[in-house]
């Protein structure tokens, strides 16, 4: 059975290809319909079909080809640019400007995100509050759903959200796929623990000011989503580093190195998505016996998860985030989703089946919902 | 106060990574005895609180002496913040790093009953970026009692990584711990270079 997994890979059949797809297509149609597709307003009707399409054609080349990471960054880097586009729709919408007032803070009228978690736990233990002046049931981007949405995921997943549900890090996924080669090959490991160095600040600092310190000073995404009005000193500094992270971390690095240089070296909420890897169900796994120490899957891995020692270890680090895409480079497949408790090298079929299922269902049904909205947007915008 | 505890906790891994292993073997010369532990470490810390209290105070008297007018208190210290945060980062991501320990003096104490007390005046005149962020701090307060906060804030900070010493040769994986301190240090170091350009914009605009 090895034999055969190592020079087919992954790939299905056509028909077997089909048949895993299946329960996708009925779950992600009930899902996005809730059982009775609404056709009326023709906008609508193409937006929903097309992105029904998308998301189960992508799930049926990742059996059929035998490819995860190909096919799961397309509805990712979708997913950030619809999810940032849908958000400053609604701002405009709202607001009539993408940024927010001292009386939006006040009525707690701001788009919660699932990079605050970390700033909300000592205060939330230590005082009984919420530093995050959002809605916390109700309304658009609530408090409440998010955190359960992470919460759940992350369980799961492990650090795995981070490269199926985070819907921030498709833009510098996006970025790193731009150039074929990068200019910059090799970048100090200590950098890696620069995220955990970013959690403690923020965690101290919003315990000690009750204040989402993270959101009010570094978020390189509020480039592209929401950020405070500019009218002193401090809000234009402000600006300047979120417009210089930005460019920085999410653009031009991402280029560069062709890696994720953003959750690599600033994320705090990838820091603890790193720590969950340790009680999460999957895993990945190497297959010593069928190695050969190409290494091909360090070079590719955009977290900097994987080095030449982990490699001849036998395991990977807790940086990872089970995108898949040192899978794809592996010719001897010797690199896998596992389970944990299971050894490595066994059960490869159907750790990335259940894997796969569990995480892609995650990101369509998360997804879906803002990539619609955006297409139709466009739809209407251009007709 | 908020800033000068981060700046504390942040330089404080740093300086356990070059000097706990110096200060190490003094302050638990009799481990078996968990009294002379603790009286040690008290009177370590004590010495240090002792230390900080006076230099906000030098601090303090000295900004009011100097920084008279509003322009020059915001830009000077502005300077100053720049500087010492550069000096910072410079540290956190210099490969040449100084590993060197002022506390080694100590070899020369003779009378044990004193290593505690050297050690903390050592410690705490050791003149490293952050005491001279501190120290500007300091000597910008309004009042001497946000003077002694601030010094507080640092001292708290800093002290918080002395504590579990007597545990520090038995945590696992000290690279890391050492890494992300400094790391952290380096971050501690674009916050006040950030204040520092933000105080002296903010002078220019408001002068």
Not at chain 1, 76 to 86: D, P
Not at chain 1, 164 to 175: A, E, K, L, V
Request: glycine fraction near 8%; aromatic fraction near 12%.
């Amino acid at each position: 059975m090895d034999n055969i997994l190592k020079t087919t890979g992954m790939k299905k059949s056509l028909g077997k290809s089909l048949l895993y797809t299946l329960p996708m297509f009925l779950i992600t149609f009930m899902f996005l319909t809730g059982g009775k597709p609404n056709f009326s307003d023709t906008a609508s009707g193409i937006a929903l079909l097309t992105v029904f399409i998308l998301v189960n054609v992508l799930f049926f080349f990742m059996h059929f080809t035998g490819k995860t990471d190909k096919y799961r960054a397309v509805l990712f880097i979708v997913f950030a640019l619809s999810l940032s586009y849908a958000l400053i729709n609604n701002m405009l919408e709202v607001r009539k400007a993408m940024y927010f007032s001292q009386a939006d803070i006040l009525e707690c009228k701001i788009p919660f995100c699932h990079l605050v978690i970390p700033m909300m736990i000592l205060p939330a233990a230590f005082t009984k509050s919420i530093i995050f002046p959002g809605s916390i049931i109700g309304g658009f981007a609530n408090i409440s759903s998010m955190v359960v949405l992470w919460l759940v995921a992350t369980l799961v997943l492990g650090r795995g959200f981070c490269s199926w549900g985070c819907f921030y890090g498709g833009w510098d996924d996006g970025f790193s796929r731009i150039r074929k080669r990068p200019v910059i090959k090799k970048i100090n490991e200590l950098w890696k623990w620069m995220p955990y160095a970013v959690l403690i600040m923020v965690i101290l600092s919003a315990a000690l000011t009750l204040m989402p310190t993270y959101c009010s000073w570094i978020c390189p995404f509020k480039a592209v989503t929401e950020f405070e009005q500019v009218t002193s000193v401090e809000s234009a500094t402000k600006a300047g580093i979120f417009l210089s992270l930005f460019g920085g971390l999410v653009i031009v690095l991402p280029v560069m190195t062709k890696k994720r240089t953003q959750c690599s070296f600033l994320c705090p909420l990838g820091a603890i998505n790193s720590l969950s890897n340790k009680i999460t169900p999957f895993t990945v796994k190497i297959d010593k016996s069928a190695c050969n120490e190409c290494f091909k899957c360090v070079g590719v891995c955009p977290l900097y998860a994987l080095s030449k020692e982990d490699i001849r270890s036998g395991k990977v680090s807790i940086f990872c985030s089970k995108c898949g895409k040192c899978m794809d480079a592996c010719p001897q497949n010797a690199i896998h989703y596992g389970i944990k408790g299971v050894p490595s090298g066994t059960l490869k079929n159907f750790s990335r089946n259940l894997f796969l299922f569990v995480s892609y269902l995650f990101m369509a049904v998360f997804s879906a919902g803002s990539i619609i909205n955006t297409f139709h947007g466009l739809l209407k915008f251009i007709f | 106060m908020t800033d000068s505890l981060i700046l504390g906790l942040s330089s404080g891994s740093a300086c356990l990574a070059t000097c706990g292993m110096v200060m190490f073997p003094y302050l638990m010369a009799d481990s078996a005895n968990v009294k002379r532990i603790a009286v040690d470490l008290s009177l370590f810390l004590i010495t240090r609180l002792i230390i900080y209290a006076i230099m906000a105070t030098l601090a303090w008297h000295f900004g009011q002496a100097v920084f008279k007018s509003p322009v020059v208190r915001n830009i000077v210290p502005g300077l100053l913040y720049i500087i010492f945060a550069v000096m910072l980062v410079w540290y956190s991501i210099s490969k040449s790093r100084n590993p060197s320990c002022p506390a080694k003096m100590v070899k020369t104490v003779s009378n044990k009953r004193l290593v505690p007390i050297v050690l903390g005046l050592t410690n705490s005149l050791g003149f490293c970026p952050a005491l001279f962020i501190i120290l500007t701090k300091g000597s910008t307060e309004r009042t001497l009692v946000q003077s002694y906060l601030a010094f507080l804030g640092f001292f708290v900070g800093s002290s918080l990584w002395f504590l579990p010493l007597p545990l520090a040769g038995r945590i696992r994986k000290k690279e890391v711990i050492k890494n992300i301190g400094i790391l952290a240090t380096g971050l501690a170091g674009v916050i006040f270079l950030i204040k520092g350009l933000t105080n002296i914009i903010g002078g220019i605009i408001n002068g």
